[in-house]
């Protein structure tokens, strides 16, 4: 099942790691975990204007959750947290019809085919949850991740 996954596109994508690393003084940061397979992601924000200035990642996890990152890192920067919320209300609707989210997160087209195996959804939507929570925490924290 997983080889079936593990497409040409998505292992590219999981490895041109695009926003891997740490930001110095995020703004807001959150892991997640996954305990159904161990796979883990943290992420990093610094939101200026109600958008994302910068992310990073930290995502050890399967090539799914590692695909999902890295298409973050690429496309996040000058996003809010409503195209964050859109974007995991499509990611789930892809899931269900196939249809991926339009520019700039159409990479996620490479993982339409998870839907079938309802447990592998969550690897995908992992390292989304923790940028959600990091905008979360940014809008609660001082620069650093720290909350006033």
């Given at each position: 099942?997983?080889?079936?996954?593990?497409?040409?596109?998505?292992l590219?994508?999981?490895?041109?790691?695009?926003?891997?690393?740490?930001?110095?003084?995020?703004?807001?940061?959150?892991?997640?975990?996954?305990?159904?397979?161990?796979?883990?992601?943290?992420?990093?924000l610094?939101?200026?204007?109600?958008?994302?200035?910068?992310?990073?990642?930290?995502?050890r996890?399967?090539?799914?959750?590692?695909?999902?990152?890295?298409?973050?890192?690429?496309?996040?920067?000058?996003?809010?947290?409503?195209?964050?919320?859109?974007?995991?209300?499509?990611?789930?609707?892809m899931?269900?019809?196939?249809?991926?989210?339009?520019?700039?997160?159409?990479?996620?087209?490479?993982?339409?085919?998870?839907?079938?195996?309802?447990?592998?959804?969550?690897?995908?939507?992992?390292?989304?949850?923790?940028?959600?929570?990091?905008?979360?925490?940014?809008?609660?924290?001082?620069?650093g991740?720290q909350?006033?």
């Amino acid at each position: 099942m997983s080889d079936l996954l593990y497409t040409k596109d998505v292992l590219r994508l999981a490895a041109t790691a695009r926003g891997a690393g740490r930001l110095p003084e995020p703004h807001g940061s959150h892991s997640e975990h996954n305990p159904a397979c161990g796979d883990r992601s943290t992420v990093d924000l610094t939101v200026e204007n109600g958008r994302i200035a910068a992310m990073a990642h930290d995502t050890r996890a399967c090539m799914l959750a590692q695909a999902s990152a890295s298409i973050l890192g690429a496309a996040l920067p000058g996003r809010t947290y409503n195209d964050l919320a859109r974007l995991k209300a499509e990611i789930n609707a892809m899931f269900e019809s196939g249809k991926p989210p339009a520019e700039p997160f159409a990479s996620y087209a490479a993982m339409s085919d998870v839907g079938r195996y309802p447990s592998r959804r969550r690897c995908v939507v992992l390292p989304i949850d923790a940028a959600l929570k990091a905008f979360e925490a940014s809008q609660a924290a001082k620069p650093g991740g720290q909350r006033s």
